[in-house]
């Protein structure tokens, strides 16, 4: 394995796939500043310092440069300071993900860290890291296979919206609720009432 090879597992991939377990916990994640968002950052700050040190040509075409503007985004946004202005904080967030039976029944399916940068649709960091590695490992003609799927949790449904508080002080947390369509995929959904459950940290 080259130094290239050797530094994108442990700086990127490696910590992708942290990450990605990470979001499949049932734990109520702070939206905007967060371990999450922290790793997040250190991803996308090392992707971008592989690509340019590698000269790599990713990213030639509209979608490709896209994908690397947000990563850059994903780098800015994650050292922001706490004193940065709420527009720019608001740029990454993380909200939990419930699938809804439309019984009253909820799941929980995992954390999503979303970048916003207002110019295009939100878009699922861990699947923009994804695209951008996958052309650079295509670019560099890297002996990597990886193609890992992001992990949904094991949870089963329950009566509650049910998630686990990081600390004894509790936290703020988005939601976003799905249904199931007739073809098995998620669509976004609104349950007319439901009820929350913080629960004591582990």
């Not at 967060?34 to 700050?45: F, L, V, W, Y």
């Not at 699947?127 to 951008?132: G, L, Y």
């Not at 490992?137 to 009566?159: G, H, M, N, T």
């Not at 939601?175 to 004591?200: A, H, M, V, Y």
Request: charged residues 30%.
């Amino acid at each position: 394995m080259n130094e290239i090879s050797a530094q994108l597992k442990i700086d990127v991939l490696d910590k992708w796939d942290t990450l990605n377990f990470l979001l499949t916990e049932q734990v109520a994640v702070r939206p905007d500043r967060s371990e999450h968002t922290r790793i997040a950052g250190k991803i996308a700050a090392a992707l971008l310092d592989i690509i340019k040190r590698s000269g790599a040509a990713v990213g030639r075409d509209s979608a490709g440069q896209n994908d690397l503007a947000v990563l850059r985004e994903i780098a800015d946004t994650a050292k922001t300071s706490i004193f940065a202005s709420a527009a720019k904080k608001d740029l990454l967030s993380v909200t939990a993900y419930f699938e809804a039976d439309g019984d009253g029944k909820y799941r929980f399916l995992r954390n999503s860290l979303v970048i916003d940068n207002k110019h295009s649709k939100p878009q699922e960091v861990l699947e923009v890291v994804k695209r951008v590695c996958s052309g650079l490992i295509y670019a560099l003609d890297l002996d990597i296979e990886w193609d890992p799927p992001i992990k949904l949790s094991r949870a089963s449904f329950e009566d509650q919206v049910v998630l686990r508080s990081p600390t004894d002080a509790g936290t703020s947390v988005n939601i976003q609720f799905f249904k199931r369509n007739t073809d098995g995929g998620l669509d976004k959904f609104e349950p007319k009432s439901w009820e929350f459950n913080l629960l004591p940290p582990a």
